[in-house]
């Protein structure tokens, strides 16, 4: 009778932490998206080939390779502000989505909610 409760607080601790990092990774994955859809409306705006569907980071990252090469000298602030900046964060919270699914009781977690990496 007396390990039922510490089996209860075990189970417990795990349950909270298994939906603390649930709620983490969506949240990453949401701010990923979000900045993925910030640059893609930068994007559209100084380049041609950009259209109104957002594609995936892949796309976005070659289109903003081949904009910054052809940027005149009068749009290198909007570049600054409303493309580049969203872009670098969104690479490092997709390096840190995809490090922290990759390690060890993360990786546990990731696999009971079939999350993938970005």
Known sequence: MGFIPI???LG???MLFV?????????KKKQF???CNDTWVGLTQVSSEASDITPSFEKINSLYKKTKSELKDDQ???YNA???KPIQEAKLIRIHYNNIIAKRPYSFVAK???IQPI
């Open 7 to 9: 089996f209860l607080t």
């Open 12 to 14: 417990g601790a795990v």
């Open 19 to 27: 939906m603390v990092i649930h709620q983490s990774l969506k949240s």
């Open 33 to 35: 998206e979000t900045l």
């Open 76 to 78: 290198l602030g909007f």
């Open 82 to 84: 409303q493309i580049k």
């Open 112 to 114: 009971i909610f079939n």
